[in-house]
């Protein structure tokens, strides 16, 4: 008898069943009679069927035929309930299974629209909610010719566009859509999704959908049938978009393709923008990443032939940017220049909109002032994190601690000061100087999604002109929302945040704010440090030249691209690390262990342990990360968690 390998949204690998002569079909299979005399005839991987699951009945996807069933008894498949998912999307749940070392089920639970399997009825058809709208601009900065020959020529066709705007992403995302069907679109926010979304549908009404986890079940489910049936060939959304059940893609545009938000922080820790290539690939479509600041990865993916770039080289009139040297700036108050406070109050007096942004909060880093050293590991060369409790200075790699030191290790001087601001004083201050009510949008005020909505809503309907945010505000931000000047205050605590990518993400974080500033407008940086080669290229628009220097310190510290990261976290018996540590030595060649590094988990507080693997053979990589999952992953009195590039 013909068995199946099935995979059911649980956090389970593969099960197999036996397919009975009499299966029942369901209506949407297509046959009338199931397969006779075990005949697996009509039955492909993809398919939803219905088997026994624990006691009770359950939905699963056929993931194989299994031509070497286990011995002993098996389950017999209940029925067959019709189409589900495309052979691709299959390949794709292994091949992820495989790299992110996770079982197919539970990756099957976190990307697939939960409605391919239950649908809901939409019991009141409602139009999509009114909003802003996107104006396009008339013609793309770049010639697409190439992308249109792979578009037609339908092969798998990597691109990576360097864009002058979020704007000309967008515009980019209309003219595929104009040019072919099957189109997915991926967007980090799911309130640029929807923004998206209403610029789209009046040109292309039905064809387009989108897909997110925070619509209602009966619309998302409405969306899941169009697509299946091909009303929908056009896909705007996040993580859901991507698993969406296009039977054939043609192209994938994944737009700000940076963006941290492409990396899932729950469940599997898969990053979308590698997965989305992936996609493509089995797909035999083109993939295009686009970006105003493209991920160092991708742009040496580029350098070395691995994607085509699209650029403009004619950049588009930008706003000015000033520098404020705040080791001889006059100040208003600690920590702002009068510079900054004399120009908000000029665009605030004409009715102006105004932005300062505030460092992360929770984080201080040791600066001399008098040679302007940030303290720093001596084996990463990542600045260390000074901690009060312990009154330590700890790197959050390799895990090295010392006592927080009296004097700099560069000069020797005593002039040690802590850096960072939180919004709570800033408010204060901006408040009484510009004598003006501000809106704040930080984690302290936004503890869920709604007040997020809420407050960027006030933002939109010019609630203030006067907006205090950290990186909260900055990464949610519509393009809509025009500035005409954005502060900010500390710029050397994102450039010398303990990462090695921070130069990376504090230059995308300046261009962000650069993006959402009038033509006219002003991006004010106060530093300490002006010199930073980061600020050099970000003033000249050097971002090629940027990325050149980035690429030469990693190569030079092995770090991503030019080695492969994945960090072990070991949570509740965090006395099993060093256990875990000397099984990697015992089984790993050419794989550097760092760490361990202590913690507080987010949630619960429950402490933690984290490792750090790096090595320049992914599989050596892969092979030593599966045998810690496989050593330690079953057992119940500790949670081992593997994240395979973490961001």
């Known amino acids: 008898m013909t068995c199946f390998d099935i995979i059911f949204p649980l956090a389970l690998g593969p099960l197999t069943y036996r397919c009975p002569p009499g299966i029942q079909f369901g209506l949407q299979s297509g046959l009338e009679h199931g397969p006779e005399h075990g005949s697996d005839h009509g039955i492909e991987p993809g398919m939803i069927v219905t088997a026994p699951l624990r ?47 996770a079982p197919e089920g539970l990756l099957l639970k976190q990307t697939v629209p939960p409605e391919v399997f239950e649908k809901t009825s939409l019991h009141k058809q409602r139009k999509a909610a009114g909003g802003r709208q996107l104006e396009f601009p008339e013609a793309l900065p770049c010639d697409p010719g190439r992308l249109d020959d792979a578009l037609k020529e339908r092969r798998f066709h990597p691109f990576l566009y360097h864009a002058d705007s979020s704007l000309h992403e967008y515009a980019l995302a209309r003219s595929l859509a104009e040019k072919t069907s099957n189109l997915i679109v991926l967007v980090p926010e799911i309130s640029h999704a929807d923004m998206l979304y209403r610029s789209l549908h009046g040109q292309f009404q039905e064809r387009v959908c989108v897909l997110h986890s925070e619509m209602s079940k009966g619309r998302r489910s409405a969306y899941v049938d169009g697509i299946m049936d091909g009303r929908h060939d056009i896909v705007i959304g996040n993580r ?40 493509a690939s089995l797909e035999k479509a083109a ?23 699209i650029c403009t080289g004619h950049p588009a009139p930008s706003p000015r940017i000033s520098v404020v040297d705040m080791r001889y700036a006059k100040k208003a108050s600690r920590g702002i220049s009068k510079t900054a406070v004399n120009l908000a109050g000029s665009r605030l007096g004409i009715g102006k909109k105004v932005m300062f942004v505030v ?110 945010g950290t990186k909260l505000l900055t990464t949610h931000i519509s393009i809509l929302d025009r500035f005409s000047l954005a502060v900010v205050l500390n710029i050397d605590a994102s450039m010398n945040f303990p990462d090695f990518r921070a130069s990376e993400k ?127 992953g079953d057992r119940k009195d500790v949670l081992v968690r593997i994240d395979v590039d973490p961001a």
């Open 55 to 101: 006691n009770r009945l359950a939905k699963g996807v056929v993931l194989r035929r299994n031509d070497s069933p286990p011995t002993g008894p098996l389950k017999d498949l209940f029925a067959v309930e019709g189409p589900g998912l495309p052979k691709s999307m299959v390949r794709l749940l292994v091949w992820m299974s495989e790299y992110y070392l």
């Open 287 to 309: 993939v295009v990443l686009s970006s105003i600041t493209p991920s160092i990865d991708s742009y040496y993916n580029a350098l070395t032939g691995k994607y085509e770039l």
């Open 506 to 632: 504090a230059y995308a974080e300046l261009s962000s704010l650069l993006d959402n500033l009038e033509t006219e407008g002003d991006l004010l940086i106060q530093t300490r440090n002006p010199a930073n080669p980061m600020l050099k290229y970000f003033k000249s628009g050097d971002y090629r030249s940027f990325v050149n220097e980035e690429l030469q310190m990693r190569k030079t510290l092995s770090f991503p691209p030019f080695s492969r990261m994945a960090a072990v976290t070991v949570a509740g018996r965090t006395d099993l690390s060093q256990t875990i540590i000397r099984h990697i030595r015992s089984i790993s060649q050419g794989v550097e262990v760092l760490g361990p590094v202590s913690s507080a988990a987010r949630h619960g507080g429950t402490p933690q342990l984290s490792i750090i693997l790096k090595a320049a053979d992914r599989r050596a990589l892969n092979r030593t990360a599966r045998s810690v999952a496989d050593a330690f």
């Open 240 to 279: 859901l978009a991507l698993f969406s059940p296009l039977k054939k893609v043609s192209c994938i545009l994944v737009l700000q393709e940076h963006s941290v938000f492409y990396k899932m922080e729950d469940g599997v820790r898969f990053h979308l923008r590698d997965v989305a290539v992936k996609r």
């Open 359 to 468: 460092n992360r909060k929770g984080y201080a880093t040791l600066l001399c002032r008098e040679c302007e050293n940030i303290e720093a590991c001596p084996e990463c060369n990542i600045p260390t994190v000074m901690h009060k409790d312990g009154m330590t200075m700890r790197c959050h790699y390799c895990g090295r601690e010392t006592k927080i030191p009296m004097l700099c290790s560069r000069c020797k001087s005593p002039s040690l000061e802590p850096v960072g601001s939180g919004t709570e004083r800033v408010q204060e201050e901006l408040e009484k100087l510009l004598r003006t009510k501000a809106l704040v949008i930080d984690r302290d005020r936004i503890k869920k999604r709604s007040d997020l909505t809420s407050a960027l809503k006030t933002l939109s309907e010019g609630g203030s002109n006067l907006i205090i």
